[in-house]
T-cell receptor, first 114, second 113 residues
Framework: AQSVTQLDSQVPVFEEAPVELRCNYSSSVSVYLFWYVQYPNQGLQLLLKYLSGSTLVESINGFEAEFNKSQTSFHLRKPSVHISDTAEYFCAVTLWDSNYQLIWGAGTKLIIKP | NAGVTQTPKFQVLKTGQSMTLQCAQDMNHNSMYWYRQDPGMGLRLIYYSASEGTTDKGEVPNGYNVSRLNKREFSLRLESAAPSQTSVYFC????????????FGDGTRLSIL
């Protein structure tokens, strides 16, 4: 069965430091990959997605993620975090032949220390 | 443009009471979803509707029912609430296709006493 593993439940980091949030998935078929962000007391918003083509994808607020097919990973990175990045980040995967089945990771809380 | 609107935002129920969570989207999306979010467990799909007139069970459907009233609206009903259903409930919508992102409402925070 397909699954998504976010290896860290919380990641504390100092402001302006780099951060990496890890995501691994298990699937024997091709997938689409997503990162969503949830700010406190809000719903989830799409941060970035990988569908095909270049394995490095970027968001408008400085995050990037790289699809690594051999390691079945889709880690999220930012070179310098800001206090406004405090949120919970969810990795999600859907199968190429699926219309609906989005498989979610458990989430990683990014805690920015001043 | 409102996106996905959920009502109510907060609700406290007693065990055994019933209630309906409402969801409406104005993006002309075909597919709609109901999730529950519990600490450390990510999102779990309760029910989904791939298109108007169809509904299907997700990962955790027990204790819930849904109605796809029309293309815009998708409601979730708890017939006899139990403390285990205390959670944050999210409605989402998307266009058809696994590559399409889902758009979420702000959630309903439900406590069952």
């Amino acid at each position: 069965a397909q699954s998504v593993t976010q290896l860290d439940s919380q990641v504390p980091v100092f402001e302006e430091a780099p951060v990496e949030l890890r995501c691994n998935y298990s699937s024997s078929v091709s997938v689409y990959l997503f990162w969503y962000v949830q700010y406190p007391n809000q719903g989830l918003q799409l941060l970035l997605k990988y569908l095909s083509g270049s394995t490095l994808v970027e968001s408008i607020n400085g995050f990037e993620a790289e699809f690594n097919k051999s390691q079945t990973s889709f880690h999220l990175r930012k070179p310098s975090v800001h206090i406004s990045d405090t949120a919970e980040y969810f990795c999600a995967v859907t199968l190429w032949d699926s219309n609906y089945q989005l498989i979610w990771g458990a989430g990683t809380k990014l805690i920015i220390k001043p | 443009n409102a996106g996905v609107t959920q009502t109510p935002k907060f609700q406290v129920l007693k065990t055994g009471q019933s209630m309906t969570l409402q969801c409406a989207q104005d993006m002309n999306h075909n597919s709609m979803y109901w999730y529950r979010q519990d600490p450390g467990m990510g999102l779990r799909l309760i029910y989904y509707s791939a298109s108007e007139g169809t509904t299907d069970k997700g990962e955790v459907p027990n204790g819930y029912n849904v109605s796809r009233l029309n293309k815009r609206e998708f409601s979730l009903r708890l017939e006899s609430a139990a403390p285990s259903q205390t959670s944050v409930y999210f409605c989402a919508s998307s266009q058809t296709g696994g590559y399409q992102p889902q758009h979420f409402g702000d959630g309903t925070r439900l406590s069952i006493l």
